[in-house]
């Protein structure tokens, strides 16, 4: 639909959100629009038709706002009102969703109808009459100073994958950041005599981070060995690319962050710790 691709672009172009972030987003969009349809009993095919009729009738055959009426899919969504989104939420509850899912999905809703009333797709925001469920909060898993010395001794010193993980590891704990901000960290984004590093985290949003001595010891280790493999320096010395990721894999590319993920229950297994442990 026309209204859901604009809030999507919305979402990733000046809300900053990342790709998979909007992703969530538009799939739990499309699962309300899903409910509304069954509960409207509007024809989908019919709705459908007619908001790509009504696109084609309006000026340069791309106006989202002239698309908005009674039998078409945008109309559905832009005319619904605040006893609609409760049956959607009545329905997510028997389907047994967490609170935290629930609350994702609430945050949708909410970010979608303010930003159409912004944008005049609609006259009301429904969502004002909504209320998030208050969610139970959890405490985080955490584990002591000797667990977290035996954890970050576990990585070989003598082998340059080894030494990443123990430079990833260390600058984890030293820093606390996310594990998406650490496998985007660039070799130019590090101040290692300063003990620090630049960090861009949710919404491309750059902040200068401390990095502890012992962080600056294991990166430096690890930069150091990392320099004499062939194919670390290739990487880092290619001067025709765009980005110098810090942190490489084998193959000397850009560690992911499902990789950290296994590499960290590697470490956690091998010195008898709870694996279910998370990197942050």
């Not at 009459?129 to 405490?139: A, D, E, G, H, N």
């Not at 993980?165 to 820093?175: G, H, P």
């Amino acid at each position: 639909l026309p209204i859901t691709e604009s809030f999507g672009s919305y979402l990733v172009d000046e809300r900053r959100f990342s790709p998979y972030t909007a992703r969530c987003y538009g799939a739990d969009l499309r699962q309300y629009i899903e409910h509304l349809m069954a509960e409207t009993g509007i024809d989908p095919n019919t709705a459908a038709e007619a908001d790509e009729m009504r696109r084609r009738q309006a000026p340069g055959g791309n106006d989202v706002a002239g698309s908005v009426g009674p039998q078409t899919l945008t109309g559905v969504i832009c005319n619904a009102d605040a006893d609609l989104i409760r049956g959607f939420l009545e329905h997510l509850a028997e389907k047994e969703y967490s609170p935290a899912t629930m609350a994702r999905k609430i945050a949708t809703l909410r970010s979608f109808y303010k930003w159409a009333l912004r944008s005049g797709f609609t006259s009301t925001n429904p969502m004002t009459l909504i209320r998030t469920p208050r969610q139970s909060k959890r405490l985080p898993k955490a584990i002591t100073i000797e667990q977290i010395e035996r954890l970050l001794s576990a990585p070989s010193e003598n082998d340059v994958l080894g030494r990443r993980d123990r430079a990833m590891l260390e600058t984890l704990y030293s820093t606390g950041i996310r594990v998406s901000e650490l496998v985007s960290l660039e070799v130019d984004d590090l101040d290692l005599a300063g003990g620090a590093m630049k960090v861009r985290g949710k919404g491309k949003k750059e902040r200068l981070v401390p990095l502890g001595a012992h962080a600056v010891g294991a990166i430096q280790a690890y930069v150091e060995l990392a320099e004499k493999d062939p194919h670390f320096q290739a990487t880092w010395n290619d001067a025709s690319a765009t980005s110098k990721p810090l942190f490489l894999n084998k193959h000397a590319q850009r560690l992911s962050s499902r990789s950290v993920r296994r590499k960290l229950d590697k470490y956690l297994r091998e010195v008898g710790l709870d694996p279910s442990i998370s990197p942050h």
